[in-house]
Each structure stands twice: as C-alpha cells, then as structure tokens.
C-alpha cells in the first residue's frame, strides 16, 4: 500500500487547542477531494467532557466523516470509565483503544492495557470501537526532540529508535488498516470501513472491543 501522508503541526509553545485542531481539519475539508485524502488520525483528546451533540471538535471530525473521510481516534489514557472526552466520544469516529501483547506473537493471551480509556460517552455509546497495540511500541524517532528528551533511557532501544505506550501508538495502527482496505475498495465510504474492521476483529479478553485484524479484515466477504 502506497500513500500520500500529511501531517498538519497543531503544537505551539502554550500547548494544542481545540481551535487549532478544528483548523486543522478545515484545512483536510478543503484539501481532501484535490489531494485524495481518505483517512485522518487523531491521537488526541480534550481535557473537559462534552456531549458530541454540543462539541466543536465532534462536529468538525463529522464533517469529514460525511465528506466520506474515515477518521479515527485514539480512546485516551485515564483507564476505566473515562470515555467522555472528545473527538474519541464521537460515535461516528472509529475510538481506538489499546491492547497489552504480553510482548508475543499470539493474540490469545491479548488483554486491555491498564491505561487504556473505555467505558460509555456521556451520550451513552460504548467506547472504543476497536483495540491495536498499544504497550511496548517500538518506531522511529529524531533525536533532540521533546519526545526523545523527555524519554526514559530504559525506552531507547536503539539509535533512533524509541518505544512508547499509549493509545496515541495503536489508534494509527487502525488508520493503517483503513488505508489498506480502501486500497482495495475505493468506493467504500467510512461506516463500511468501520463494519468491516469490527466485524473481523479477534476476542480480547475483558473488552467489548475487538482487536484489530488486517488479514481478516482483508479477506472479509459480505455486502
């Protein structure tokens, strides 16, 4: 799977707010038909609860959703009962939790990461949709950022190479996952994506989330 990426810097000195991000994806509205843009993470989440019927980041990542844009977001990490928090409280949006490996290749011994955020939105739908790894992730890194600073020693597990945990790691995963499908199925708009990636997703223990399964997903046969 070849594709585009865009990353849009919402960051500032005094920290990430709301607004930057509705900008941002204003940005993707516009840009989306003329660049291809078909999928748009979201590791991120707001500080104060809200209603997805009265929240500016909910409405703005719908917008995109309508616009046949599939947009995930990461659940959060503050553990049980704390699905309240936009854009993850949206129930459009794919939530991405995430899930402890035991660091083995086998899914059956999968379970809930103790960090990761479900429950039900103030709205009253359940949270996250789907589970991707999200302990002990190992990716690439530059050096002297605030991220590469700010990590233990014990996380550089080689030059340039950092592991982290969160579910900010395992919601692009997912996103991952819905370029690969809409490769294979351009026409299909991001409640399919969404189905088919919750469908095929394997049993983790003491979730009501799935994990993700690209092969699955990929091979999945129905209407």
């Not at 000195?13 to 900008?23: K, L």
């Not at 204003?26 to 003329?34: D, E, M, P, R």
């Not at 996952?177 to 189905?195: D, E, F, N, Y």
Request: glycine fraction near 10%; proline fraction near 6%; charge should be negative.
């Amino acid at each position: 799977c070849s594709s585009d990426l865009y990353a849009l810097n919402v960051a500032s000195q005094g920290g990430v707010y709301t607004s930057d991000i509705v900008n941002a994806l204003g940005w993707i509205l516009a840009n989306a038909s003329t660049n291809n843009i078909r999928v748009v993470n979201l590791s991120v989440s707001e500080t104060v609860p809200s209603s997805y019927n009265t929240s500016a980041l909910d409405q703005a990542v719908e917008a995109l959703w309508q616009k046949n844009i599939v947009v995930v977001a990461s659940s959060g990490n503050a553990g049980p009962n704390t699905e309240q928090f936009a854009p993850g409280n949206d129930p459009f949006v794919i939530t991405v939790g995430a899930s402890d490996t035991g660091d083995t290749l086998t899914t059956a011994d999968d379970t809930v990461a103790s960090f990761s955020s479900y429950g039900v939105t103030p709205d009253g739908f359940t949270k996250p949709d789907l589970l991707a790894p999200g302990r002990h992730v190992i990716s690439t890194e530059t050096p002297g950022t605030i991220l590469d600073q700010a990590a233990p020693a014990a996380n550089h597990v080689a030059s340039g190479y950092l592991m982290g945990n969160g579910t900010s790691f395992a919601a692009p995963q997912v996103a991952g996952a819905a370029a690969i499908l809409l490769q294979a199925h351009p026409s299909w708009t991001p409640g399919q994506i969404k189905s088919v990636l919750t469908l095929t997703a394997y049993p983790v223990s003491g979730s009501t989330a799935g994990g993700l399964d690209v092969g699955a997903a990929l091979a999945y046969v129905g209407v």
